[in-house]
């Protein structure tokens, strides 16, 4: 069966999920400064940590599809990356034998902070948080102790609570398998596509409102185009990461191959289409008060998540074609 | 969602894969004229006694009545056998013969039908016009009733394999005081009629497989309208349902494996610094890389197209998002191959032969069958709903 | 043609390049308010001191009058220096007081040219206007005259330094049943004028010098309408033709010494394998040293600009090139910061912040003054002559 | 003094070189692969070849600019490679001493041919002729002896006469120093901006023309947008090679930083509108008949000619930050 559309109950997620962001999640409560905390719980609540988590780790035993339709969502709407540290910290607790530990981080009893692929930063941390760091060759979960310093820092993205830290890993906990790095990229990957399509929905809808020189400046082909094109990208980035996200989660022998090149695709999508929302903004697209920018900052975060494009592409190339079929 | 294959369908693979190892034509595929035409009717005939042939068409026209699966099945195997394209069968299979079932009446579909599915009739296409360009409904070619008789005058362009065809689908304005869509209509035209001249176009990369065709008061039976004077327009469009998500499967198929060959060219020639192979070089890996990326994205934009016609009766403006995608990634391949190639890349011969060859054909990608400017308006207008507009 | 410096160019280099030394302040620049009013305008009353005022000025004016070439060195040797940008002193040297000195009658000129070459007058322009973006000529602000006094109502943006300018040049519509270009005067207006309204605009880069400014019933006495009733447009024109070639030298010299920057801080940082300094990638080191290429490229534009305007006296619409290319050259040199600094280009703090800083910033270079789709279109019509069409 | 506009002297020398080769080199005699024999011989009766030579090389004696625009036009009229082969070669001749072979090359009297960079490649080939090779480090003229194998082979460019070769190059003659390297960047960029200037002109001549959908294409922002870059992408690269061709001329510290910088930025400015070229002109330029198809052809022959793009690149980023002033 090749189906890369949702069905019914995939569609009645999809609604939910936007539902509840729409409504909880407007991009001014970025401006307070206070790292999605409240929205976090909220969702934590709803049992959307636990969504690909098995039922016996307390999770609701859906797939990885599902977690990347809820990533998408979550991308489109901004959620801080507090998300994907409760997340990806439960799999890595399941993984390692612990269903206690992915219950807590999942239910949101226990606080997960991510810590960037290089261990460089951490992001939005808060005291007691359990500490995930995601490479390329896996995951790795870490106690508060492991960290030596950190120094908060002024970020690139003003949404999310950044910080310079050193690390002592001789306190690592576990380290998962490989998977969940490639999980990693799917979900970093549907982020991006939600990014993305947040910014050609905010680019069109501005393209047929705004008028000058006598009609809407959609109408004009530089705008047009630069429209089609971001909507080309988001098929493109969203049918691929879609398709990872089922290769993965069916333990495919080309799953590696399909999530990073998600993460490729995905990622030039988002950045065309998030600077090409900008400027398609114009002047307003300039300002602070303009969500425009929010979404180019959140952009580059995403970008430097789970190291940067050039890494994946090596990836990529390390892997060998396809087989078609099984 | 799923991409999962059926044990059946893994089954069906397996038939495909044995019967194409040992049906593949050896011998070169000739690329102009009657030894193209008796090579590319032949392997249809050979695939139709097989039971191979016409695996999109319907069972009761002598079709295989595949599903979309087993149709990608069939591409993917078919472009990993590396059998030879459909050739000057292509339009009579995909285009004129699916409109002749949909829109002939009895008499039309047991002439042409039978004779198309076993490889015996060549057919080409009439409706693009010198000067219309991307503007398809700007048809002059005129049609005068006369007694029992269309009295066709006018000309066509970028009718490929005219010179080999049997019959071409045509359209005409019937209706002279008629303006765009209106009053156009749909005829089969004997190729072979009086009136008819041929004149091949060769293209940048050398090849003449377009021409030109000329109508000088060209007599068409009436009989031979499909769908009813007046009816072409509606007539033409039909048949873009009947291909739904496939039309870009044996592309996306061969354009996989032209990357694949392309990483492995980077391995064989010296790289920009005269040294190293060129797959050492950071930046060609990087193109490498990003390419092989989007050649998946392809993949799945195509399988997302799939998806949609197996719900769906008719197409959606997102197939312009595919074509357009396309056309443009096939150009960036083929741009990479050259810098690859370096200062390979100005020979036609040897290594580099192929890869030239088609760096230079493709520049159809972005301009044939609708080019890079329309897709976008398309896609703004018709998947967005941006304005129309003034321009 | 030419590309030499006289022995008395170089000596004038020499000489620039002592005084600068021993005179640009060292202290950091204040970036907003008062503080940075101060930091500007007594940096300007120094230059004046100094016989440095005003060096495209004419010397009846206080200025110094000098050749096209002399401002290239100049502006070449004050980068070099890292002297500071002339901040809230731009408009009334660059545009206003060039204005008052084309157009202005005998008392405005005696009034505001010395207060500007000083350094004690700070000026702001009013043209644009909210939703009015790239279509300049329209204009809603309205003047109406009322006894001796034009009485100001409207909204104008972008702004910059309104909070601490002395003065605007402002673009009011005074015949309400105008059009476009017609029915505009250009007026001075005292920014402590009752009914006067500054609102900061923050960007996306954080920094707030951009304003919006509300004026309700503000009474401009008739007396400072420069050039007369109605010819707003023709006056706010006349000014482009005083900074001809120079306009861009400024950005120019500052862009080629950020690519300088770009290549050191790309020995300095990891690169994309996490092993090797970035400046040891291929991939980085095409990217640096085609932007290395097109920032002198840019350079050579800009002399070709200094060619023509030494020949003629209207700047022509080749000035659009040069715009749009600085402004995609600027994008595309921080894109490229960004990628360098990998992990880095997330933070807005040590060696990062100067270039995270300068991205956000850099998106205006393709909206402001004209957004890159405005400057295509004129390049097209004005340069090549096609057709304006219906979009 | 700066001034990168022609003066009247070198206005009268490009208004005569145009006219020339609007009346002798139409596009259309490319199709007969003569190599361009006929028109060279005209050139070389004409004193075009010693423009740049001194007189007592039998030259005019004037500077690398005047030769410079020569390449402009040649590179707009698509004037076949022995015109660098004779050019060059004479340079080196001068270069080395021999001031009657320079004079034989310059007057047409001694044939000339162009090798690739590389020496894998012989371009339009006659009996008899010397034989010019340049890479970064000088140039080499080499006697027809050098040649061990030449064999005939079908090229891109359909205009010149291909061979792959074989070189003994204990036969080189003589080596030349490295500002023949440079010249030979400058006119392959001025060749270059000529044959980018060719596509803009016409692409832009096609463009108000051709109609559709009721207007001329050209007046749709999607071609005038195109035409625009191109204008933009000429300006660029001619105005960089004119300012490489006067450091050059005048021994500049900063020659081959400018005129390895003209060679990248003129090799993307041609490559972009040879292509863009063809597209304007939709379904015709797809066509043999149409010579949209001859400026791309020409446009790799040119940038493979010195060595590809990347070559000079690393030349350019070996080179130090040009000092401003003399």
Known sequence: ?326 | MDFTFTVEEEAFREEVRTWLRANVPTEKRPKEGQAMRAFDTAWQRRQHESGWGGIAWPVEYGGQGLSLVQQLIWHEEYVRAEAPPPGCMFVALSHAGPTVMLRGNAEQRALHIPRIIRGEAVWCQGFSEPGAGSDLASVRARGVVDGDDLVVTGQKVWTSYADVADYQELLVRTDPDSQRHAGLSWVICDMRAPGITVRPIRTMAGITTFAEVFYDEVRIPLGQVVGGLGEGWSVAMSTLSFERGTAMIPHQVELQRTVEQLIALAGEVTGPDGRRPAAADDEVRSRLARLRAEVAAMRAMTYASISRAQREDAPGPEGAMISLYFGELFQRVHDAAMDILGGESIERQGRAEAWTFRYLDGFKHTIAGGTSEIRRNIIGERVLGLPRGRA
């Open chain 1, 1 to 326: 069966m090749i189906d890369l559309l949702p069905d019914d109950d995939q569609k009645a997620l999809i609604d939910n999920f936007e539902s509840v962001l729409a409504a909880e999640a407007p991009l001014a409560r970025l401006r307070d400064g206070q790292g999605d905390l409240a929205l976090l719980a909220r969702l934590a609540e709803l049992g959307w940590f636990g969504l690909g988590l098995p039922e016996s780790a307390g999770g609701v035993g859906l797939g990885l599809i599902e977690e990347a339709l809820l990533f998408r969502e979550a991308g489109r709407f901004l959620v801080g990356p507090r998300l994907f540290a409760a997340v990806l910290g439960a799999h890595a607790a399941v993984g390692a034998g612990d269903p206690a530990l992915a219950a807590a981080l999942a239910g949101g009893e226990r606080g997960a902070c991510l810590l960037s692929g290089d261990g460089r930063h951490a992001f939005d941390r808060q005291p007691g948080d359990s500490l995930v760091r995601v490479d390329e060759e896996g995951i790795r979960l870490l106690d508060e102790a492991a960290l030596v310093r950190a120094e908060p820092i002024d970020g690139l993205d003003p949404a999310i609570a950044l910080e310079r830290v050193e690390l002592d890993e001789r306190g690592v906990r576990r380290l998962a398998d490989r998977t969940l790095a490639l999980r990693t990229k799917v979900l970093v990957s549907a982020s991006l596509v939600g990014l993305a399509e947040a910014a050609r929905d905010r680019a069109t809808l501005y393209a047929k409102e705004r008028q000058q020189f006598g009609q809407p400046i959609g109408a004009f082909q530089a705008i047009k185009h630069r429209c089609a094109d971001m909507a080309v990208g988001c098929e493109s980035a969203w049918t691929l990461t879609a398709l990872a996200a089922l290769c993965l989660g069916s333990g495919r022998h080309d799953a590696a191959f399909q999530a990073a090149a998600a993460r490729i695709v995905a990622g030039d999508a988002a950045l065309a289409a998030v600077r090409g929302n900008v400027q398609i903004h114009g002047g307003m697209g300039f300002t602070d008060e303009c969500e425009a920018h929010l979404l180019v900052k959140r952009c580059h975060f995403l970008l430097q998540l789970a190291g940067g494009t050039r890494l994946h592409q090596e990836a990529l190339l390390g892997e060998p074609e396809p087989v078609h079929g099984r």
